[in-house]
């Protein structure tokens, strides 16, 4: 399956990603450099929609965990939204609810992280 990844500006700071499809070894890569090259670009919070990711795996996860480090290397934070109970179980068994950051939906996080999206 393909991996579709849009991006909106919310603020100077902060990008929304929104990804479709499923996050794995195939894909990984692609939204690994999408990240990557969003921080470059002196982003420092990235809200990333998974609302439409259907399947994560472990190489996902890597990327996600890798992301969170980056961020919060440079004071920011990932952010994730809406993900499906099937990836929010993925999140509970491995205890990674823990270090993430985590919203039902964008609204929510906008409220929280005091931030329009």
Not at 8 to 37: C, F, H, M, W
Not at 96 to 111: G, N, R, V
């Amino acid at each position: 399956m393909n991996l579709t990844i849009s991006s909106r500006t919310a603020n100077p700071e902060t990008r929304v990603l929104t990804i479709q499809g499923e996050i794995d070894v195939y894909t990984s890569a692609q939204l690994k450099e999408t990240v990557v090259s969003t921080i470059a670009e002196g982003v420092k919070y990235i809200v990333m929609n998974l609302s439409q990711v259907e399947y994560l795996d472990s190489t996902g996860l890597g990327v996600l965990i890798g992301s969170l480090k980056h961020l919060k290397e440079r004071q920011g934070n990932l952010i994730l939204v809406s993900p499906s109970m099937r990836i929010t179980r993925i999140f509970e068994i491995t205890g990674l609810y823990k270090i993430f950051t985590i919203y039902q939906s964008e609204e929510e996080a906008s409220i929280k992280e005091g931030v329009a999206l």
